[in-house]
């Protein structure tokens, strides 16, 4: 699927933070999530649905806008910023996906050091809601 | 300048991560390198220069290699891969340049956690030398 398509759909879902379901319809089956903060994937379309939620209702209200964006052929990188509680978070949302436009890898890296300490713990409680 | 030329020129030095002299050609006067610790950029050539040497001597044997790129116009980001004290290092380097070629602006970004916990402890190693 032409990448332009997925990113638009992405940017979608992004835009609002808030119409899950459009998130929903944009993952494949075999998605996985590789956050910030463990190396191992959160693997199925569940757990990086589930991961990819809660890092909206992080991110919610805390003026999340991208930068920038490099688009390859079935991959994209898409730089981040927000303040979360008056710290600046700057980090990549890599968003690789199959040929039927469906993403099926969701990694994010994220800097500096404090940014990843306030998503670390705001990430754990809207995981365990 | 042609994405191409600025990228095969920064492979040439990340290759070996030995020629510093490679390197130091090819960063602009106002270069900045901003790290995957802190916030605030490092300003200038020299400190730029400074800290993406302590990298490379950081990286250097620990099997450095590159996974994925992602090229625009003037700027590229590059995934990589490393292993570092037992530890699997991932992270992106993103590389903005000025119209004469020259990098400007050296972005790092490093996952997971313990991988940013080990680059602190043997940057600040390679920084106090």
């Known amino acids: 699927m032409p990448s332009k398509k997925v ?4 940017h979608e879902f992004a835009n609002g933070l808030n119409d899950e379901s459009k998130l929903l319809d944009l ?18 379309k569940e757990l990086t649905y589930k ?6 209702n992080v991110f919610k ?7 920038n964006e490099w688009i ?10 927000a303040t979360v509680e008056g710290v600046t978070v ?3 949302d890599m968003i690789f996906w199959n ?12 800097r500096p050091f404090k940014a990843i300490n306030i998503l670390m713990k705001l990430m754990a409680e809207q995981l365990m809601k």
Chains 1, 2 share one sequence.
């Open 27 to 44: 993952l494949a089956d075999d998605a996985c999530f590789l956050s910030p903060v463990v190396y191992s994937p959160q693997i199925g």
């Open 99 to 110: 040929e039927t436009g469906k993403i099926n890898q969701f990694k994010v890296m994220v």
């Open 51 to 56: 991961y990819l939620c809660a890092a909206a």
């Open 7 to 10: 990113i638009e759909k992405w």
């Open 61 to 67: 209200g805390n003026n999340f806008h991208y930068l």
């Open 90 to 92: 700057n980090g990549v």
């Open 72 to 81: 390859g052929e079935n991959s994209a990188v898409l730089e981040f910023e």
